[in-house]
Each structure stands twice: as C-alpha cells, then as structure tokens.
C-alpha cells in the first residue's frame, strides 16, 4: 500500500483504515515528534504494531494467533522443515526442505572440495528452519567425505566401543556420542537450563545422558553458559522401563527381524534389560516395530497359557458329562447334570478357540 494520511499528527505506511494490521510490518511517522516508530517482536509470540490516531503514532502489543508467530515486526505463518535423515547424522547423506506460505526449498548434504570437509543441513531444534554446520571427517580414524556423507565410522578395537565428540561429560562443550549399538548420533541438547549431555558409559561401554543443571544458563540449544559449575541431576547409569523384550513366537510376518528367541528393541534403546538382573543387556534386531512385536508377543503368550489351561479342562468337562449321561439310567436329575456340563464344556471350548483367533485378528489390525 502507499503512505496514507489519517490525520496531520502521523503518517502509517501499513494500516489502511487505523485499524492494526498484524500481517505485515510496517512504521508510523509521528509528525510532532519527528521520528519513525517501527514494528518489531517482543518476543516470537507478541508483536509490537504502531498505528496512527489523531494525537500521533499508538504503540500497542498484539498477541499473534495459533498458528503464526511474530518474526521480522509482522506475524507471520509457521514455518516448518523435515529432514531426511536423523538430526545431525553425519554418515548419512540426506536432505533438510523448508516449508512456508512461499513454497518449499530443499538443501542437501555435501562434501566441500577438499575431499573431507562434510556440509551437514538439519532442522533447528524448534523444527523451523533449515540450518548447516560443517564436520571434519578425517578427525573420526582419518575419514574421508563422500557423497555427502562422512565414510569411516570411529574405531571401536580393543576397549573403546563407544566414541564421544566432545570426550567426555563436558557441559560447555556442544557434542555428540555414538556407539556400537546406535544407528544415529546423539546430539547434546540445552533447554530452559537443564543440558542433556551424552557420554560413553565406561560400564556399559555405550551412550548414555546425564541431565545437568546449568548454573548461567543455556548458551544456545547444545550447551552451558560459560565455565560455571554444573549440578547432574541424574545418576550415570540409566533406569527406568525396558526399550525391549525377548520373543518367544515367530512374529517375522510383521517385521523380518522379529523372529523367535531375539531380542528387539528401537534403533536407539536407554535400557535393555530382559533378564531382570540389573545390568545392561544386548540388542540382537533394532527395527522402529519393536513395541508392535513385543505387544504381540505379550498377547500370544497370554493366549497360550488360556490355551494350555482351557483345553484339557474342557475335554475333562466333557467326559464328566458323557458318564452323567450314560449313568443316569433315566434319572431327569442325571440328566440335568450332564447336559450342564456339556454347556460348560462347550464354553470352555469356546474359549479354546477364542485364544488362537483373537491374537490372530489384533496382529492384522496392528501390524
């Protein structure tokens, strides 16, 4: 729109009929104060709009609406991105699209020149935006880029199974950990002053977090402000629930790696511990329908102990009821009896059949 005069008080560049207009940034010219207001976010939720009146520019914060936050003086869309591979996976290529109301832009991973440098895209850790940052691959055992990917895994000889980026539990250092057992990095994250920090577990000889407290602050979304003293709030060894469970049926039908005596588990599992002991316990298959095999495990298994219980008692109820019935001699009481038990009989039976159908239909519907 061209400038528009309201009043002699002020000018407004963006605001047709004094009405606020949150969608597009614009600045109000104050005649009697000689000076240009204009619009700007408070925060990525308020917005800071000017707009004429006839006593001169009136400032007044708006709140943008679900779906739109305020960035560059209007509120705007919410913008969105996805990326192909997992968050900051260096030896995997893959692709990182921005999303807007003007279209969507694609960056993809790639090797600078010198044959080592990797050109990494991610989505920043709001899920907004496409960012990049660079990787040496030849510091990971003298890897190479290629094809936008790092190509050598670190070394896990002898004792070190596990490699840490920035060595160790270090809260002023943005990092990452990968070992034997993960497909994917595992990016220290810092929000609201608490920092996620990964670390080989010497133990486990795996990645593992510890939660900190960071005394000043986060420094950005991977690390603690400055060289203060950080408080853990967690122990080192992870507890908790199992990411995993070792089959007893055969359940390859919903995924390959499902088979009988395995144990599965996600890509990245906290916790295994199948035995009940107390310790850390192997993987053997990781696949992202882990919790759909053990849930199906869990229900045939049931369904074989209703099995294992109903079926003799059923053709038990059965000979009861045949001998009641042949021994009744006529007897209306006799007869009475038996033709019970042979109803219970029936129901048990029922049961029986009921045991091997019904996980057979929830393994449709899941899987």
């Known amino acids: 729109m061209g400038n528009k005069v309201f009043a002699t008080a002020c000018y407004d560049r963006d605001d047709a009929e004094r009405i606020p207009d949150i969608y597009n940034k614009g600045k109000c010219y104050d005649v009697q104060k000689e000076k240009w207001f204009e619009e700007s976010c408070k925060d990525e939720n308020t917005l800071i709009e000017y707009y004429c009146t006839n006593s001169g520019c ?67 850790p709001g899920g907004k935006k496409c960012q990049s940052f660079t990787f040496d691959c030849s510091t990971i055992g003298g890897g190479t880029c290629n094809n936008g990917k790092c190509t050598k895994y670190p070394s896990y000889e002898g004792e070190q199974k596990c490699y ?36 080989c577990e010497k133990d486990l000889e795996r990645c593992i977090f510890k939660t900190i407290n960071c ?20 122990p ?58 053990c849930l199906l495990d869990s229900i045939y298994t049931v369904s074989d102990w209703i099995f294992i219980m109903s079926f003799p008692l059923s053709i038990l109820i059965f000979l009861v009821a045949g001998y009641f019935l042949l021994a009744s001699g006529g007897d209306p009481q006799k ?33």
């Open 58 to 124: 009136q400032e007044e914060e708006k709140i943008c609406p679900s779906g739109y936050s305020c960035s560059d003086g209007a509120c705007r869309k919410i913008e969105s991105c996805s990326d192909s591979d997992p968050y900051k996976d260096i030896y995997q290529r893959g692709s990182c699209e921005e999303y807007s109301s003007s279209g969507t832009e694609r960056f993809i991973d790639t090797c600078a020149s010198d044959n080592k440098t990797l050109i990494e895209y991610y989505c920043t």
């Open 164 to 199: 840490d980026s920035d060595g160790g539990v270090k809260p002023n250092i943005a990092g990452w950990c990968r070992d034997v057992e993960g497909q994917t990095n595992m990016q220290d994250s810092c929000n609201n002053g608490v920092l996620k920090e990964y670390y």
């Open 215 to 234: 005394s000043q602050g986060c420094d950005g979304p991977y690390k603690c402000v400055g060289t203060g003293a950080a408080t853990a709030l967690e």
């Open 236 to 293: 080192s060894k992870p507890t908790g629930a199992n990411e995993c469970c070792r089959l007893s049926h055969n359940l390859t039908d919903v995924d390959s790696v499902c088979s009988k005596d395995k144990v599965v588990g996600p890509t990245n599992p906290q916790w295994c511990d199948v035995n009940g002991d107390g310790t850390q316990d192997s993987v053997d298959n990781r696949t992202v329908k882990w919790g759909t095999c």
């Open 335 to 367: 007869v009475k009896n038996g033709k019970n038990l042979l109803t219970w009989g029936a129901i048990g039976l029922t049961i029986v059949i009921l045991s091997k159908i019904i996980p057979a239909i929830i393994k449709a519907i899941v899987a």
